[in-house]
C-alpha cells in the first residue's frame, strides 16, 4: 500500500477550542484531521466555508439553490485516510498563553473599543503525516503540489498568524502486516477502545498522553464530532484497525 508522508511545523500554531472563551482560547495539543484536511484543501485551493455562505446568503435552508452540504474541501477530502504522529517528547508539546490587543473599532463595546485577547498558543509544534494513496484526483493534486512545494494559498497551523512549514515530503510504500517483534506497539496518535495495560518498550519510561480531539465534522451544523485519540509507547492487547507498518513502525490511519 502507497502513501503519502511528509513533516509539517511551525513556529507557533493554536487550533482552538471551541468549548471554552470566556477567559483565554485554548487550544488542542494535535493537530487533528478537520484541521489537516482544511490545510491540505487551502494548498490545492479548494473552497471553504467563505463560498458556502456566499453561496446561502439570503437563501432558507430547503428551497431551491440552498447549499446544505459541506465547504468544498471537506466535502472532497473527508475518505482520506490519514495517520498523525506528535514529533515531540510523550506527545506533548509546549504551550503558553499569549495576550494582545484588538483595538479596531468594532473589537469591543468597552470603553476605548480595545479588547484584550489571550490565546494559548503551541511552542515548536512538529507532526509526521502519512495519508493513504487515494483514487480520487483531489490526492493526487496534493502529492503533486507537496512534492513540487506548490499551494494556491499559504498554509497556516490554525490562524494565519502561524504559518506552516512543509519538509521532507516522499513517497512510502506500507506493509499490511505489522511490526510485532517486541509485541502491539503504536507510534502514531489512535482511537482509544480500551484500556491500555501493557508494558512500556525495552528501555523507556512508560508515558500515555490522550486526548478528546476532532475526528469529523457533523452534516446539518458542521460542529465537530470527538474521539478520544491516544499516543503512548505501551502495548496494546489488541491490534487497532486500519493499521500499517514501515520502517519497523505501526502507523493507524484515521
Known amino acids: 500500500m502507497k502513501a503519502l508522508s511528509f513533516e509539517i511545523s511551525g513556529k507557533t500554531a493554536i487550533f482552538k477550542k471551541p468549548d471554552v472563551n470566556s477567559y483565554a482560547y485554548f487550544t488542542y495539543n494535535n493537530i487533528h484531521k478537520p484541521a489537516l484536511l482544511g490545510i491540505l484543501g487551502a494548498i490545492i485551493g479548494l473552497d471553504g466555508y467563505t463560498k458556502l455562505y456566499d453561496e446561502n446568503r439570503g437563501l432558507k435552508e430547503g428551497k431551491l439553490g440552498y447549499n446544505d452540504g459541506f465547504p468544498d474541501y471537506y466535502e ?27 483595538s479596531v473599532g468594532y473589537a469591543s463595546f468597552e470603553k476605548g473599543g480595545n479588547l484584550i485577547v489571550r490565546e494559548q498558543w503551541l511552542e515548536n509544534p512538529k507532526w509526521q503525516i502519512i495519508i ?4 480520487i484526483e483531489e490526492y493526487k493534486k496534493i502529492k503533486e503540489y507537496l512534492v513540487n512545494k506548490k499551494a494556491v494559498y499559504i498554509p497556516y497551523l490554525g490562524k494565519n498568524d502561524h504559518f506552516a512549514n512543509i519538509d521532507f515530503v516522499k513517497e512510502i510504500e506500507l ?3 505489522l511490526f510485532l517483534d517486541e509485541g502491539i506497539y503504536i507510534d502514531s496518535l489512535f482511537i482509544k477502545s480500551g484500556e491500555i495495560n501493557g508494558y512500556e518498550r525495552e528501555g523507556e519510561l512508560p508515558f500515555i498522553f490522550q486526548e478528546i480531539s476532532p475526528i469529523s465534522l457533523q452534516k446539518d451544523f458542521h460542529f465537530y464530532e470527538y474521539v478520544t485519540l491516544c499516543f503512548t509507547n505501551c502495548e496494546l492487547d489488541e491490534e487497532p484497525k ?3 507498518s514501515f520502517e519497523n513502525k ?5
Open 175 to 177: 506493509n499490511e502486516k
Open 242 to 244: 486500519n493499521c500499517f
Open 250 to 254: 505501526n502507523y493507524v490511519f484515521i
Open 76 to 102: 472532497k477530502l473527508k475518505d482520506l485516510k490519514v495517520s498523525i504522529v506528535p514529533l515531540a517528547k510523550n506527545g506533548y508539546f509546549s504551550k503558553k498563553i499569549q495576550t494582545f490587543n484588538n
Open 132 to 135: 493513504l494513496e487515494n483514487d
